[in-house]
């Protein structure tokens, strides 16, 4: 049953999505976890007590600050903010406890919102391991998807899940993203070349942002 909840989502990445299925599956939940943030969790104690110690990363407080709600963001960083001013009640007194000080702070600076992404993350590349494996039709969508480097890196972690078609699977990510790789630089090439003036070509528009997809992340 459990396999066949976390299958669904991943059947839709890979037939719906034109660029890095993983990077629309993370994007997908991203936006449910920014809306909870904003909303149930803000008055739920438990939240409220790992938010005030960790926080949230640079990326999903402006997710946060770009959503509908101001006064529940405020709250939290009021009680973030009176979290973070008991950790620093006593000066640093000499180089050593400046260290310390340092440490403490970096301690306490993470994302509540990484946190939660990344175990479901983790069983999804499994679960596409998984179905590599053992779905007829699956090995054909994971070859054709354009999965972007990080994600990729991901899928090879998770290689032993294939089983038996290990090999196989490692061959499909790595041919996949090979050919990416190629388009990229040929288009990134092609891009540049635009800008001579022995040219007269326009650049296509959507070059740039498909080699971040493919390189860096599909949600710019
Ligand atoms: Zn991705
Ligand atoms: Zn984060």
Known sequence: MQY????????DAYKTHDGCPLCAIFADREKRLVGQYLAENVMDPDFRSTSNRIGFCPEHIRQMYAGQNKLGLALQLETRAAEMAKLLSKA??????????AAMIEDHRGCVICNALKEPME???????AMY???SE???LFREAHHCLAHAAMLYD??????KSVKDYLSALTDGIKRDLKRTESDMRAFADCFDFRNNQKPDAQ???????VLITDKL
């Open 138 to 140: 699956f090995p054909e």
């Open 4 to 11: 066949q909840i976390q299958t669904m989502p991943i059947w």
């Open 133 to 135: 494996a053992n779905e």
């Open 158 to 163: 998770a290689a032993a899940y294939a089983g």
């Open 123 to 129: 069983r999804y590349y499994m679960t596409i391991a």
């Open 92 to 101: 640093p007194t000499d180089k050593k406890s400046a260290k310390k000080t």
């Open 207 to 213: 070059a740039i942002p498909r080699a971040i997809g």
